[in-house]
């Protein structure tokens, strides 16, 4: 008895289960079916929203094997319908910016091969921008004049006149010279005639250069360097005593032109009616060369010409550039450029011709008493 009902215990245990799996299968069957349902509706918005059909059989898919290993809870069950509107939102969110790129690309003008050739030519030929090229030109012009100036302060040009004392005793004049600068050595005579030239020599070639005409009485000497020194050898016609002269280059000065006086009658001298003038006094040569003698009183000249004068020990020193003929002058001297310089007795009168012509000019003389 106890057997039987034991085995009809078993029975009924084996059928509430069997109907329990029964029931259990039915309600799997019908979540599978809901979830089909959901996944054809996921792939019909998917198709309204242009989204491509890969990528909603992979969301469709993913959220199908998801939902397929997951309980069948009602949370899980709501899984997969809340992941595919998510998917969906967020590829048509995607598909939205894709289009805003692509129509800003297709709004924005793509060059063409040709406008791409040519931007590669001019790149090749000209590298550089317009202010670059600016920018090189304005650093190489500064380094041109850094390298063209001379170091130091530019030297200043002077023109000046010499007497060459011919004694053995004497100091030989000296020339400043300046690289790049030429000096022009003018030789004049006593009556202020020029002096030609018959031979010359220098001691240092390589550091002067020195040109002459073979028949004049102007030299051009040259210094090929800054700092250098040297001596110049100067023969002229008919006279036997060389000329000596000292170069020396890199001066504060330049000498730009300077007439050396011979003390002596060259072969172009010219001859007046008083005699032949002083070669040597120290004080018509610097009114020849315009400069003040020493303790002397300016007087003001009036009447043409280019004329200065100066009261000097009861004697008149007049610069000028006419030729006085009244009164007769007790010395004078010339400049090769036609200046003349006189030493006469006060008069408040001269007489003088302009030029050398018959043209007569009266000069009035103040400040005598």
């Not at 215990?9 to 349902?37: G, I, N, Y």
């Not at 001297?333 to 007569?360: E, F, R, W």
Request: net charge neutral; with cysteine.
């Amino acid at each position: 008895m106890k057997i039987f009902l034991i085995i009809l215990s078993v029975l009924f245990v084996f059928c509430q289960s069997s109907f329990a799996l029964t029931a259990r299968d039915k309600r799997d069957q019908e979540d599978a079916q809901k979830k089909m349902d959901q996944l054809k509706q996921v792939l019909a918005k998917a198709a309204k929203s242009n989204i491509p059909s890969g990528s909603a059989n992979i969301i469709a898919t993913s959220n199908l094997s998801s939902d397929l290993l997951s309980p069948s809870t009602s949370d899980q069950a709501n899984a997969p319908q809340q992941a595919a509107q998510a998917g969906v939102s967020s590829n048509t969110q995607n598909k939205a910016a894709d289009t805003t790129n692509v129509l800003a690309t297709a709004n924005t003008p793509q060059p063409s091969l040709y406008d791409e050739a040519f931007s590669g030519v001019v790149g090749q030929l000209l590298p550089m921008t317009p202010d670059q090229i600016m920018k090189l030109r304005e650093v190489f012009t500064a380094s041109n004049q850094a390298a063209a100036n001379p170091p130091g302060v530019p030297p200043k040009p002077t023109s000046t006149s010499l007497l060459v004392n011919l004694s053995p005793q004497a100091v030989a004049p000296v020339i400043r010279l300046g690289a790049g600068y030429i000096t022009s050595l003018v030789f004049i005579d006593a009556t202020g005639q020029p002096w030609p030239i018959a031979a010359y020599s220098v001691g240092d070639p390589a550091a002067f250069n020195i040109q002459w005409d073979r028949k004049g009485n102007t030299m051009l000497v040259q210094s090929a360097t800054f700092y250098k020194r040297s001596n110049l050898a100067v023969i002229l016609r008919d006279l036997n005593t060389p000329v000596m002269i000292t170069l020396i280059s890199g001066q504060e000065a330049v000498d730009y032109r300077v007439d050396l006086r011979i003390p002596g009658v060259g072969p172009n001298a010219v001859f007046i009616q008083n005699g032949i003038p002083d070669a040597v006094n120290p004080i018509l040569f610097d009114v020849l060369n315009g400069i003040p003698p020493k303790g002397s009183k300016e007087l003001k000249v009036s009447g043409g010409g280019i004329t200065q004068a100066w009261l000097l020990n009861k004697k008149l020193y007049l610069r000028t550039n006419l030729t006085v003929t009244s009164p007769g002058w007790q010395a004078t001297m010339s400049s090769i450029d036609g200046t003349h310089a006189y030493q006469l007795q006060p008069s408040p009168v001269i007489l003088a011709l302009q030029n050398g012509k018959d043209k007569i000019l009266t000069l009035m003389i103040e400040g005598l008493e």
